[in-house]
């Protein structure tokens, strides 16, 4: 199997998995927002090779091949803000390469898609059969766009090839190895929470987004790899809260007597954000099982380690 962007956030735990499961990993990253210290753990692992590479110049690996999960991407609107046109090219130019080598090797494909598909939504909960509602111009256009791409270069691919195409459309997800500095809601929140600094609520923290715990998502991905569906599927869960229910929440976990401050909403942040897991459920059997309290405490305390280390 070929993981790319394994050494990130939702990288590294499918490397753990698979492996765990008695699969050989090549794992690909360029290390732009991933980290080495994510996967250095698997280096003795002998079904484990780790390859610095940036897949969107080209992919060339050695040997047979019979399944490519592509998730290598700056995620985080802060991370893809920062690096607008390497997001542009991974979602693009590695979305391409790396379905060329799934056809090389005659592999199934997992496209690690995403909700930010649906841009600001004006369908709620948001159902894979919603086209969505993205700026193509707008500062977040250089992931949606990237995404979207993806997913018609994918689903071109399986029409023009037959590739075995799986389109993940992940939501919002939390857990162990997100990176303190990510600047996503719930590491910053956490990350505020311990150290008694305020929360910074973006808006008026009305807008609302459902958070899935990193272990459900990982179950899901693996579970629609091997399910035999062409086409995109929500994984995410659809426990939906406001972004100032869930920094209430942060401090009941952490314990934290934090205030919270607001601060501007950035441009184009979408306003509700939900999924309809309804094929998930009937397709793959699969739904969240980890609640929002216990994911948030179990990242509290890896977060609580990693600013420590
Ligand atoms: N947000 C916030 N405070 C922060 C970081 C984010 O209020 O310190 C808000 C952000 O404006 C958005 C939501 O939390 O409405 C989720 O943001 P995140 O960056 O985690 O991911 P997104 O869902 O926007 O991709």
Redesign the pocket.
């Known amino acids: 199997m070929v993981v790319t962007g394994a050494a990130g956030f939702l990288g590294s735990h499918l490397c753990d998995a698979l492996l765990a499961d008695g699969d050989e990993v090549v794992a690909i990253d360029n290390l732009s927002t991933g980290k080495l210290g994510n996967v250095e753990h698997l280096f003795g692992h002998d079904g484990f090779t780790f390859v610095r590479h940036d897949v969107s110049t080209y992919v060339w690996v050695p040997g047979p091949v019979d399944v490519v999960l592509h998730f290598a991407s700056p995620?985080?609107?802060?991370d893809y803000l920062e690096l607008p046109i390497p997001t542009l090219k991974v979602g693009s130019l590695g979305t391409h390469n790396t379905l060329g080598l799934a056809k090389d090797k005659g592999a199934r494909y997992l496209l690690a898609s995403?909700?930010?598909v649906y841009g600001d939504p004006q369908v709620h909960p948001q159902p894979e059969t919603y086209w969505g509602h993205v700026n193509p111009v707008g500062p977040?256009g250089v992931?949606d766009e990237a995404k979207r791409f993806a997913e018609a270069m994918a689903m071109a691919y399986h029409r023009a090839h037959g590739i075995e195409v799986r389109i993940a459309r992940i939501?919002?997800t939390?857990g162990e190895r997100m990176r303190p500095g990510?600047?996503?809601?719930?590491?910053?929140?956490l990350v505020?929470a311990l150290r008694g600094e305020p929360?910074?609520?973006?808006?008026e923290?009305e807008?609302?987004?459902s958070f899935c715990y990193v272990a459900d998502q990982v179950a899901g991905l693996l579970t629609l790899l091997d399910a035999d569906h062409v086409g995109p599927v929500n994984v995410g869960n659809p426990e939906e809260h406001t972004?100032?229910e869930?920094?209430r929440i942060v401090l009941e976990v952490t314990g934290s007597s934090s205030s919270l401050v607001f601060?501007p909403?950035?441009v184009d942040?979408?306003?509700q954000?939900r999924p309809d897991i309804t094929l998930a459920r009937q397709l793959l059997g699969w739904e969240p099982t980890v609640a929002l309290r216990d994911g948030l405490t179990r990242t509290a305390r890896w977060l609580a380690a990693a600013l420590d280390g």
């Open positions: 995620a985080s609107p802060r995403t909700s930010e977040r992931y939501f919002n939390f990510d600047g996503r809601v719930v590491s910053n929140f505020q929360l910074t609520v973006y808006g923290g807008q609302t987004r972004v100032a869930l920094a601060a909403l950035p942040d979408p306003s954000r």
